[in-house]
């Protein structure tokens, strides 16, 4: 595994824990990109050397959250609207420890590090990330889950009134937004929860205050803004698949061969990019990550579990 250790970072007296972590790892990391042996280096899992940080502005301006409108531009303008503080999470099914916890109980004392991730929207656009977060697997480990739990799930916040987008007009989803993961999965050292973005706290159009990211999915399986996890042992309904079976799977492994019934999946447009330069370049098996990943996934066919 190429992923940097976290180091023993103490809290500050002048900031939120949280937002000082964010900061201080992504400075720790800043460094290390400067010193020229962070992309393309020993530092990030799977990173190559024409892998370029996409500039902040693209990455907090262009997004997915439909929960706020469909357009690329509607998160960055609304999401403001959604309060997060308090942030309160709902824990349940297979596990020892079940309830709601407060966000920040959940995160305190766990180490905060900065993970530089190629991103691939199955919508065919790709983005570089300098996220900052805490392995699922830390997280998760802290309830208990049984043995019999054999998939998590996650779901986004319902709130109409701070969501225009869940207000009706242009809403074929059934909200809450779903997403699920395997265990094995969840618990994959690359698997982040996600609090933080360029050494800051994220950005509510980012999926404030925490969000998934598992790096060799599409960008769907990344669900924003959590406040339930569900342990079960039943494959969980995901919201695209919900939406188009035969366009969404639980898996959303990125895999240029399997294309989308509308689209081809064997390129992908790296922002910034234009009509006119539309930078191209080609997908990769599970995004460039297959050495680390391709071992769950031993014995399927990938083309049926898409
Ligand atoms: N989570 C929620 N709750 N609602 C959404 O609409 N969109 C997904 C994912 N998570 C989405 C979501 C999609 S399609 C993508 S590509 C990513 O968020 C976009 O993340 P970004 O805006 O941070 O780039």
């Given at each position: 595994m190429l992923i940097k250790q976290p180091p023993d970072i103490p809290g500050s007296e002048i900031t939120s824990e949280q937002a000082f972590l964010n900061r201080r790892q992504f400075m720790k990391q800043g460094a290390i990109l400067g010193a020229g042996v962070g992309i393309g280096g020993t530092a990030q899992a799977g990173l190559q050397a024409d892998d370029e940080v996409t500039p902040e502005a693209i990455v907090t301006s262009y997004?997915?959250?439909?929960?706020?409108?469909?357009?690329?531009?509607d998160p960055a303008k609304y999401a403001h609207e959604m309060t997060i503080d308090p942030w309160t999470v709902e824990v349940s099914g297979k596990a020892k420890k079940t309830g709601k916890f407060a966000f920040e109980d959940i995160i305190k004392g766990l180490d905060v590090e900065e993970r530089i991730y190629r991103f691939r929207c199955v919508e065919a656009w790709s983005m570089v990330v300098p996220w900052n977060g805490i392995p699922l697997k830390k997280i998760l480990e802290q309830f208990e889950p049984s043995g019999d739990a054999k998939f998590v799930e996650f779901r986004t916040l319902v709130r109409p009134a701070e969501m225009r987008g869940q207000r009706g007009l242009f809403s074929s989803i059934d909200w809450p937004y779903l997403e699920g993961l395997r265990m094995d999965e969840a618990y994959h050292p690359l698997t982040l929860m996600v609090t933080g973005v360029f050494g800051k706290d994220l950005p509510n159009q980012n999926g404030a205050p925490w969000r998934l990211m598992v790096p060799w999915k599409y960008g769907f399986k990344s669900v924003k803004s959590i406040v339930s996890i569900r342990f079960t042992d039943r494959q969980p309904r995901n919201t695209w698949q919900a939406l188009q079976p035969s366009e969404y799977?639980?898996?959303?492994?990125?895999?240029?061969?399997?294309?989308h019934p509308r689209w081809s999946q064997a390129r992908e447009r790296r922002l910034p990019s234009s009509l006119f330069a539309p930078n191209w370049r080609p997908t990769l098996p599970f995004n460039g990550y297959a050495d680390e990943v391709a071992d769950l996934y031993a014995g399927m066919d990938l083309s049926k579990f898409y």
């Open positions: 997004n997915n959250f439909y929960e706020f409108g469909t357009d690329k531009s799977g639980f898996y959303a492994n990125v895999n240029p061969e399997v294309s």
